[in-house]
């Protein structure tokens, strides 16, 4: 059964264009092309930036966060209660009124009591913020060294700045280090689903069609605007403020061009037009460009939360969300925070001000892994 899956999933129709066949692309007289059992090297390597990850966020992360003065906001031990502990572990962290009404009335708390105990609790499992600048600084030092690295190698050639010759000879094209090397492996930093499906996919079928030029500028645009990201969060648990606001400006200006003028007029359009010329749409034409335009609409969206957060800024001198509030869960209740939340003067994120759920998305969402 597995071998006539396999069998079938690896036809030549799916994965290469017509008149092309997988025994085109053997290695032979010294010429070396891509195959898909070259993606099992990833196995070790994610062991290995695993290691390294750990490596740099001990010794170098940790100095370096104490160095630039982040401190850890003490946070209170949430009361011992086993009704709400085991409400919070198996049936969920933020319960809805009515639940909360009736937990209040089965451990004789007030509601005001209830809603402060699962809000002390969330606040107990969050990462001190000297973890969270630990992590952006990695991934800071990740994207930085994988932007430098990819544009250093495919500088010198020529679809770099012509990507209609992505496609010439296609897919007769030799594996050689340069795209190759810009092939990074993804890593989990709990992006959108949606996201995680479309890069992987991306990847994957990108190496495995031998793809590899188109795919090598989608990686390097991507990479440059993802450590300017890092690195406002960086420095927005050190309330460093104008640094943050600096760097937020330069990121939105690089994550704009890239995202919503180069993509897709540069790789949407060579994909979709220039890639057909001299050779017939096969399946995996319609598969790769679908994958691209999901990519494209998540840039349409998290450029437009970008360009409300700047618009509220420049009009009101406030962001009131903003990708620096991600530092801790507000110290009011619930109904206290819906009432009260305070507006972010000058661009700069209260201490211990509300969690913005744009933020949260914009984060997470857009440190596109291809």
Same mark, same amino acid.
């Given at each position: ?13 799916? /994965? ?44 170098? =992360? ?54 402060? /105990? ?48 992505? /496609? ?88 704009? %061009? ?13 994909? %979709? %037009? ?78 211990? =001000? ?17």
């Amino acid at each position: 059964m597995l071998s006539s899956l396999n069998e079938w999933l690896w036809q030549d129709k799916f /994965w290469l264009p017509p008149n092309n066949s997988w025994a085109d692309l053997e290695d032979r007289d010294g010429v070396v092309y891509a195959h898909p059992r070259d993606l099992l090297a990833t196995l070790p390597l994610a062991l290995a930036l695993v290691a390294a990850r750990m490596a740099f966020e001990r010794f170098v =992360g940790l100095p370096l966060s104490r160095w630039l003065g982040v401190r850890n906001h003490v946070q209170r031990p949430v009361a011992p209660n086993p009704v709400l502990e085991r409400h919070f572990l198996t049936q969920g962290r933020r319960p809805k009124e009515p639940q909360l009404a009736l937990l209040a009335t089965q451990c004789g708390l007030t509601l005001r009591q209830t809603q402060r /105990w699962f809000r002390d609790r969330r606040k107990q499992d969050q990462p001190h913020l000297t973890k969270k600048f630990c992590e952006a600084s990695w991934r800071f030092l990740f994207y930085l060294c994988s932007f430098v690295g990819g544009l250093s190698v495919l500088y010198h050639e020529s679809w770099l700045w012509t990507p209609s010759m992505c /496609w010439d000879s296609y897919p007769n094209q030799p594996l050689n280090p340069v795209p190759a090397m810009t092939h990074r492996l993804p890593q989990d930093f709990k992006e959108q689903v949606a996201h995680h499906f479309v890069t992987i996919s991306l990847i994957i079928f990108s190496y495995s069609a031998n793809l590899l030029r188109i795919g090598s500028l989608v990686l390097l645009l991507h990479d440059a605007s993802d450590y300017l990201l890092e690195a406002c969060k960086m420095f927005n648990y050190t309330y460093w403020r104008r640094l943050c606001d600096t760097l937020f400006v330069i990121f939105s200006c690089v994550f704009l %061009y890239t995202r919503l003028v180069l993509f897709p007029t540069q790789i949407l359009y060579t994909t %979709y %037009y220039e890639s057909l010329i001299g050779r017939a749409p096969f399946f995996g034409y319609y598969f790769f460009n679908a994958l691209l335009m999901v990519l494209q609409l998540l840039h349409v969206f998290w450029s437009s939360l970008i360009l409300r957060m700047i618009s509220n800024f420049m009009t009101k001198g406030q962001m009131e969300k903003d990708i620096r509030s991600d530092v801790e869960e507000s110290d009011l209740s619930e109904e206290e925070a819906g009432q009260e939340r305070p507006q972010l003067r000058n661009g700069s994120a209260p201490i211990g =001000g509300p969690r913005s759920r744009v933020a949260g998305r914009l984060a997470n969402g857009h440190t596109v892994a291809m």
